[in-house]
């Protein structure tokens, strides 16, 4: 596997991980359904912050804002993570067009074989 499909995959489980957890713990200090629980994590994980469900104890408050600190560079890495590997590729396919172009350009004598012709003198030289 890549490096950079691994930092992928690993961006992925991290942010998965990272709304498992505050799932669960949210679920079980303010001792909520799952449902609202993970409502909550989305929410405030993308940023949008409705406000109908907030933690109420002081350690919901703070493990909420724990979850929302770790939970924002998480989403940041795996942003990052998806960036780098669209652009990986966008500069790998440029970059073997160009390597196609150069070997092409080096050549010293070449032919150029169209239609039907050139296909019948090109398998007669393989044949050979």
């Not at 590997?85 to 070997?103: A, V």
Request: glycine letters at 8%; a positive charge.
């Amino acid at each position: 596997m890549s490096e950079t499909k691994l930092k992928l995959l690993s961006a992925i489980l991290l942010l998965l991980g990272v709304t498992v957890a505050g799932t669960v713990g949210l679920s079980y200090l303010e001792n909520w359904p799952l449902s609202d629980a993970l409502w909550l994590i989305i929410v405030s994980l993308t940023t949008t912050g409705y406000g109908d469900i907030v933690p109420i104890t002081p350690i919901g408050r703070l493990f909420m804002l724990l979850i929302l600190l770790l939970g924002v560079g998480v989403l940041a890495y795996t942003l990052g993570a998806i960036t780098n590997t669209l652009l990986e590729r966008q500069i790998s396919t440029i970059m073997d067009k160009n390597n196609k172009y150069k070997y092409i350009k080096n050549l010293k004598s070449y032919y150029h074989l169209w239609g039907r012709q050139g296909r019948q003198q090109c398998s007669q030289c393989f044949e050979r």
